[in-house]
Every structure is written in structure tokens, then in C-alpha cells.
């Protein structure tokens, strides 16, 4: 089934206030073809970065969130609050939430709960450590990582999947085209087996690690991979827009 691809960019704890303006400015401006385009800066600048998109096909993501809807939860950031500013999509899983900030899987669930219940586009990241990888484990890991995701899910536009072996992030070592599809193919035959055969040919399964408008062209041509979630190539305008316009 034809699913449109949907780049997103994840720039973690980087820029000032001023790069995030003039990147997402740079970005909504040279944002054409077919694919869904988003980008998800640090929570202080979200205000000021889905101001500066305003007008354009660009959405406006968020890194995290807190599952609650509110209350003393010093420091925590909730779903409405995020709608608020203009976000529609939100990550949760990503792996340096769950190896450097230490979230536990039962955390990273009811924050993909939250996403969902809002009626927001959530973003689950899965992928294996290295280790894994090396003891066959790299199915298990994201089977239990899909496993953290409500039984039912209404509406598949909804639910991105993005993976990203640990291994291959920030480390300039991609998945190779095939070890990408394999792992692709198998989360969309988990997301079958859960939600039915339609529900998964409908969820973009995105690939995230290391992916740069060099090596883009071939991981987005496999046949289940449907977008991207980009690191470091998503901080400056030339290489992002490289690779959403990659994207067929
Ligand atoms: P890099 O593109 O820097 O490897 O980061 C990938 C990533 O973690 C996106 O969420």
C-alpha cells in the first residue's frame, strides 16, 4: 500500500532560540515533494519555532512528555500543553530516554497512551543496543519495545513507528539497506499480528540513525521503510532538506 513518508527531525538539546528560528524558517521554505515534514526542537523553543513554520506544510514535534494532565510534576511538560504550542507529533522510547535518562518501559507506555488519548501523531521509537544485536536479540528487543503500545489504537495515521538501532545513532555506522528492511518487515508483522493486516500497511515505520542525504536515497527506497527520524543531519537546513527530498 502506498504510505507517504514522513521525515521528521529530532534535534535533541541543540541550537539557541535564534538557530531554531532561522533552521525551521529555512526548512518550511525549502519544503516541496511528496513527503510529510517535521520538526522536533527542545520544548523552550517550541512557541517560537511553530510561529516561524506557521503557513507551511511543516508540523511541529515534541521530544517527550509526562502522561499526566496535570498537577505537582516539577518540571514535566503535559499533552495539553504541548497541543497548545502547536505540536501534532510526539516522540517516546527514544533511546536516549531509555539508556541515558533511564526511562523503564512502564513510563514510556503510558507516555504513548497519553500521545494517543490526545489525539496527537505519536512517534514510538524501538531499536537494539549493539550487544543485542550481536546475541540475536534485536526482534525481542523491539517486540517488547512494541509491546509498551495500547491494545487498540483507533486511527494507524496516527502511530508512527521509528526505528532506530542504538548502534547506528550518532555514531556515523548506518544499517545497511537489507538490516533495515528486516527489521522493518518484522515490526510491520508485529504491528499486524496486535492491530490486523490493515491497521499495519497503513503505519509509517520510519529509520533513524545516521541517516544522511547520501545514504537516504536507498534506505527510503526499501519496501517498509517510510520515512526517516534524522539526528545530527537534521540541524542544518542543506542536509535535512537533502534528505526530505530523497524521499519519493
Ligand atoms: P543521528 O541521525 O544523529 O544518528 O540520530 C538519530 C536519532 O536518534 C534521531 O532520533
Known amino acids: 500500500m502506498a504510505r507517504t513518508p514522513f521525515i521528521a527531525g529530532n534535534w535533541k538539546m541543540n541550537t539557541t532560540k535564534a538557530e531554531a528560528v532561522a533552521l525551521a524558517t529555512a526548512i518550511a521554505a525549502g519544503t516541496k515533494g511528496p513527503a510529510e515534514v ?3 526542537p527542545p ?3 517550541l512557541d517560537a519555532v511553530s510561529a516561524a513554520v506557521k503557513g507551511s ?3 511541529v514535534g515534541a521530544q517527550d512528555v509526562y502522561f499526566e494532565k496535570s498537577g505537582a510534576f516539577t518540571g514535566e511538560i503535559s499533552v495539553a500543553m504541548l497541543k497548545d504550542v502547536g505540536v501534532s507529533f510526539v516522540l517516546t522510547g527514544h533511546s536516549e530516554r531509555r539508556h541515558v535518562l533511564m526511562e523503564k518501559p512502564e513510563l ?4 504513548a497512551a497519553a500521545v494517543l488519548d490526545a489525539g496527537l501523531i505519536l512517534v514510538h521509537c524501538v531499536g537494539e543496543k549493539l550487544e543485542e544485536r550481536d546475541n540475536g536479540t534485536t526482534f525481542a528487543v523491539c517486540q ?3 509491546d509498551e ?5 483507533a486511527d494507524p495515521a496516527k502511530l508512527v513507528i521509528a526505528y532506530e538501532p542504538v548502534w547506528a545513532i550518532g555514531t556515523g555506522r548506518t544499517a545497511t539497506d537489507a538490516q533495515a528492511q528486516e527489521v522493518h518487515a518484522y515490526i510491520r508483522g508485529a504491528l499486524a499480528k496486535k492491530y490486523g493486516k490493515d491497521f499495519a500497511d497503513a503505519v509509517r515505520i520510519q529509520y533513524g540513525g545516521s541517516m544522511k542525504p547520501d545514504n537516504a536515497a536507498g534506505l527510503l527506497g526499501q519496501t517498509d521503510v517510510d520515512g526517516g527520524l534524522i539526528g545530527g543531519a537534521a540541524l542544518k537546513a542543506e542536509s535535512f532538506l537533502g534528505i526530505v527530498n530523497a524521499a519519493k
Open 144 to 146: 517488547a519495545q512494541l
Open 43 to 45: 520544548f523552550v523553543y
Open 149 to 153: 503500545l495500547p491494545a487498540t489504537i
Open 38 to 40: 517535521g520538526i522536533a
Open 108 to 111: 514510556v507506555g503510558k507516555k
Open 57 to 59: 506544510a511543516v508540523k
